[in-house]
């Protein structure tokens, strides 16, 4: 029986989630999901749903058994000063095209839809101070907000799974920025919440994923050492 497939489709936000030194959520997916499942990360810094919409035929898998689709806070850069900027619109007709391919080439796919976290202003501001020499502040939670709402919108009309990530990030305790390390992209503790989001959404609709699920192949224990075939 092949084993099961998990593919991941973003920006960087999905990309970054294989760094370790953050506790990438995308290796805590992996780790949860050992001898489970195969876990893809096909994430793409800078990358917005209208460059992914022209990548996905080159990048999409057949028969994946969960696909998450995460885009968005690139799109919803401001329009005066960054080149990523994508209108709402598009951006959803982008979402809705892509979720159209992945369910025809993945008919019983689990697709987890995921919008765009809160922005924290004043550290991204900082940054790309810092980075580029000049305030180059070209993300805001005013800018972003309809792209989450065009985000759920399509999810629901699609019968997709809408993981609420903003929402999640916004009722942080500790307030949203503490999840974030450069005011856009997760630290360790966003990777954390990201990953605890996502696994408790597949606990419920994929019980396979569950921690004491079966794995694919028996524990070395309860194989035959000297007849392993039979």
Same mark, same amino acid.
């Given at each position: 029986?092949?084993?099961?497939?998990?593919?991941?489709?973003?920006?960087?936000?999905?990309?970054?989630?294989?760094?370790?030194?953050?506790?990438?959520?995308?290796?805590?997916?992996?780790?949860?999901?050992?001898?489970?499942?195969?876990?893809?990360?096909?994430?793409?810094?800078?990358?917005?749903?209208?460059?992914?919409?022209?990548?996905?035929?080159?990048?999409?898998?057949?028969?994946?058994?969960?696909?998450?689709?995460?885009?968005?806070?690139?799109?919803?850069?401001?329009?005066?000063? &960054?080149?990523?900027?994508?209108?709402?619109?598009?951006?959803?007709?982008?979402?809705?095209?892509?979720?159209?391919?992945?369910?025809?080439? &993945?008919?019983?796919?689990?697709?987890?839809?995921?919008?765009?976290?809160?922005?924290?202003?004043?550290?991204?501001?900082?940054?790309?101070?810092?980075?580029?020499?000049?305030?180059?502040?070209?993300?805001?939670?005013?800018?972003?907000?309809?792209?989450?709402?065009?985000?759920?919108?399509?999810?629901?009309?699609?019968?997709?799974?809408?993981?609420?990530?903003?929402?999640?990030?916004?009722?942080?305790?500790?307030?949203?920025?503490?999840?974030? &390390?450069?005011?856009?992209?997760?630290?360790?503790?966003?990777?954390?919440?990201?990953?605890?989001?996502?696994?408790?959404?597949?606990?419920?609709?994929?019980?396979?994923?569950?921690?004491?699920?079966?794995?694919?192949?028996?524990?070395?224990?309860?194989?035959?050492?000297?007849?392993?075939?039979?």
């Amino acid at each position: 029986m092949p084993r099961r497939r998990v593919w991941l489709f973003g920006d960087s936000l999905t990309q970054f989630g294989n760094v370790v030194e953050e506790r990438g959520w995308v290796l805590q997916l992996q780790e949860r999901l050992t001898r489970r499942a195969d876990v893809l990360n096909y994430g793409f810094s800078g990358y917005t749903t209208r460059v992914a919409r022209a990548l996905l035929p080159r990048v999409l898998p057949r028969n994946a058994d969960i696909a998450t689709l995460w885009f968005g806070a690139n799109d919803a850069a401001d329009k005066e000063r &960054s080149a990523q900027h994508v209108p709402v619109d598009e951006y959803r007709a982008n979402l809705v095209a892509m979720l159209k391919e992945i369910r025809a080439l &993945s008919p019983l796919a689990l697709i987890v839809v995921m919008p765009p976290p809160p922005v924290d202003e004043v550290a991204w501001e900082a940054f790309t101070r810092e980075t580029f020499g000049a305030s180059a502040l070209d993300r805001s939670n005013k800018l972003l907000l309809p792209y989450v709402r065009a985000c759920k919108e399509v999810a629901e009309e699609t019968n997709s799974v809408f993981l609420d990530v903003h929402s999640a990030f916004v009722s942080h305790e500790g307030g949203h920025p503490a999840l974030l &390390s450069d005011g856009l992209h997760l630290n360790s503790l966003g990777n954390d919440k990201v990953a605890e989001l996502l696994a408790a959404t597949l606990r419920e609709r994929a019980p396979w994923t569950a921690d004491d699920a079966a794995l694919d192949f028996p524990e070395w224990r309860e194989v035959d050492l000297a007849q392993p075939a039979a």
